[in-house]
C-alpha cells in the first residue's frame, strides 16, 4: 500500500483505479491525471519510480481539485445549509425519509426505521 494523499493506495492494481481510491477523484478524472503524466492507465502504481509519483502528487495538487478532507468538509456543510434554511430535502434528510423522490408507500421502510 503506498500513502498519498491522506489515503492509502494498493500498489498492485493500476494507476487509474488506484486514484479513483481518493475521496473526490473518479474515474474520468483518473484518466485526465494519467493522460497528463503520459502515464498508461493501465500501469502497476507499483511499477512507478519515486521521481513519478512526484509529479503525480504534485499534478494533483495543481488541478485545483476539491479532495479528501477539504470535499467531507464542504458537503457536511451543504446539509447542514440545507437543514437550517428548512428547504424540502433537508427536512427530508432530518427526519430519515427518501430525499430524491423516492416512493415511500412500500418502500424505504428501513430508511425511516434507523432513527
Same mark, same amino acid.
Given at each position: 500500500?503506498?500513502?498519498?494523499? =491522506?489515503?492509502? #493506495?494498493? =500498489?498492485?492494481?493500476?494507476?487509474?483505479?488506484? #486514484?479513483?481510491?481518493?475521496?473526490?477523484? &473518479?474515474?474520468?478524472?483518473?484518466? +485526465?491525471?494519467? @493522460?497528463?503524466? &503520459?502515464?498508461?492507465?493501465?500501469? $502497476? #502504481?507499483? $511499477? +512507478?519510480?519515486?521521481?513519478? *509519483?512526484? $509529479?503525480?502528487? $504534485? !499534478?494533483? =495538487?495543481?488541478?485545483?481539485?476539491?479532495?479528501?478532507?477539504?470535499? %467531507? @468538509? !464542504?458537503? *457536511?456543510?451543504? +446539509?447542514?445549509? +440545507?437543514?437550517?434554511? @428548512?428547504?424540502? @430535502?433537508?427536512?427530508?434528510? #432530518?427526519?430519515?425519509?427518501?430525499? %430524491? &423522490?423516492?416512493? *415511500?408507500? *412500500?418502500?424505504?421502510?428501513?430508511? !425511516?426505521?434507523?432513527?
Amino acid at each position: 500500500m503506498v500513502y498519498i494523499l =491522506e489515503t492509502e #493506495l494498493p =500498489e498492485d492494481k493500476s494507476i487509474y483505479f488506484s #486514484l479513483t481510491k481518493v475521496f473526490g477523484i &473518479g474515474k474520468f478524472q483518473s484518466l +485526465l491525471i494519467c @493522460k497528463r503524466l &503520459g502515464l498508461s492507465s493501465n500501469c $502497476k #502504481l507499483s $511499477k +512507478l519510480t519515486s521521481d513519478q *509519483t512526484i $509529479k503525480l502528487v $504534485k !499534478s494533483i =495538487e495543481n488541478a485545483n481539485l476539491v479532495i479528501n478532507s477539504n470535499l %467531507r @468538509k !464542504s458537503k *457536511t456543510i451543504l +446539509l447542514k445549509k +440545507l437543514i437550517q434554511i @428548512k428547504t424540502y @430535502k433537508g427536512i427530508r434528510r #432530518l427526519r430519515g425519509l427518501p430525499v %430524491r &423522490g423516492q416512493r *415511500t408507500h *412500500t418502500n424505504a421502510k428501513t430508511a !425511516s426505521r434507523t432513527r
